[in-house]
């Protein structure tokens, strides 16, 4: 089991920042891979960036490129994704999740756990 409590999120103004924590608890392996996934009202949840528990091997969605960055803080167990030059159209429920499989995949349906998502509201 994993245990994944999504924090950071807020109301900020585009061009701005924010920096979105993931704690985890529970069993976790180096192969695991934690997402962040995105969820817009009325849409479905998007991939947003990916990292492999040990730290290493990143990947993102070309939409965030260049201004996401997702990494791990072993200190605190946690998985950090640092929002940067924020966009209106990144406005959505930010989740946590893990893939224990170790797929790296972009797919929702293949993440096992999920947190309880975090909202980040971005005004023009």
């Known amino acids: 089991q994993v245990q994944l409590v999504e924090s950071g999120g807020g109301l900020v103004q585009a061009g701005g920042s924010l920096k979105l924590s993931c704690a985890v608890s529970?069993?976790?392996?180096?192969?695991?891979?934690m997402g962040w996934f995105g969820q817009a009202p009325g849409t479905e949840r998007d991939f947003v960036a990916g990292?492999?528990?040990?730290?290493?091997?990143?990947f993102y969605a070309d939409s965030v490129k260049g201004r996401f960055t997702i990494s791990r803080d072993n200190a605190k167990n946690t998985v950090v994704l640092q929002l940067n030059s924020l966009k209106p159209e990144d406005t959505a429920v930010y989740y946590c999740?893990?893939?224990?499989?170790?797929?790296?995949?972009?797919?929702?349906?293949?993440?096992?756990?999920w947190g309880q998502g975090t909202q980040v509201t971005v005004s023009s």
């Open positions: 999740a893990a893939d224990v499989n170790g797929f790296r995949t972009v797919v929702s349906a293949r993440y096992d756990y």
């Open positions: 990292i492999r528990w040990s730290g290493f091997s990143t």
């Open positions: 529970g069993r976790t392996f180096s192969h695991y891979v």
